[in-house]
C-alpha cells in the first residue's frame, strides 16, 4: 500500500502562483508513473501533468508553460508549481500514482486516464479568484 498526502493549497488571486506536494509512504515511490489530477465542481477529473520514473513530463495544453511538474524520489516526494494562475484553475487537486508501466499500449503520460491510477490522496483545494 503507498499512502499519498498533498499540501500547498490555497486561495490566490488571478496571475498568482501556488506549490503543491505530494509526499508519498513506501520504498517503491521511484518506480510509480506520478500524476496531478484535478476536479471542478460539475466537471470530470482531469488529467494536469504527469511525470515518469525517468523524469519525462507531459502537461494537458491548458496548463503548459505555466504549470512544472517535479519528483524528488530519495524524498519520496512530488510537486507542482503553479504559476499565472487562472481562475478556470480553480478546482481539488490530487496526486496519484500509477503501478503500470504500460496503460493502453502507451508509456506513462498525460493519456493515461484516472483508472490507470492505483493509489489516490485526499485531495486540496486551489481556488483562483478574477
Known amino acids: 500500500q503507498v499512502q499519498l498526502v498533498e499540501s500547498g493549497g490555497g486561495s490566490v488571486q488571478a496571475g498568482g502562483s501556488l506549490r503543491l506536494s505530494c509526499l508519498a509512504s513506501?520504498?517503491?515511490?521511484?518506480?510509480?508513473?506520478m500524476g496531478w489530477f484535478r476536479q471542478a465542481p460539475g466537471k470530470e477529473r482531469e488529467g494536469v501533468a504527469t511525470?515518469?520514473?525517468?523524469?519525462?513530463?507531459t502537461y494537458v495544453d491548458s496548463v503548459k508553460g505555466r504549470f512544472t511538474i517535479s519528483r524528488e524520489n530519495a524524498k519520496n516526494t512530488l510537486a507542482l508549481q503553479m504559476n499565472s494562475l487562472k481562475p478556470e484553475d480553480t478546482a481539488v487537486y490530487y496526486c496519484?500514482?500509477?503501478?503500470?508501466?504500460?496503460?493502453?499500449?502507451?508509456?506513462?503520460?498525460?493519456?493515461?486516464?484516472?483508472?490507470?491510477?492505483?493509489?489516490w490522496g485526499q485531495g486540496t483545494q486551489v481556488t483562483v479568484s478574477s
Open positions: 496519484a500514482a500509477s503501478v503500470y508501466t504500460s496503460y493502453g499500449r502507451s508509456t506513462c503520460g498525460i493519456q493515461w486516464p484516472a483508472a490507470a491510477y492505483t493509489y
Open positions: 511525470i515518469a520514473s525517468d523524469g519525462r513530463t
Open positions: 513506501g520504498d517503491t515511490y521511484g518506480r510509480y508513473c
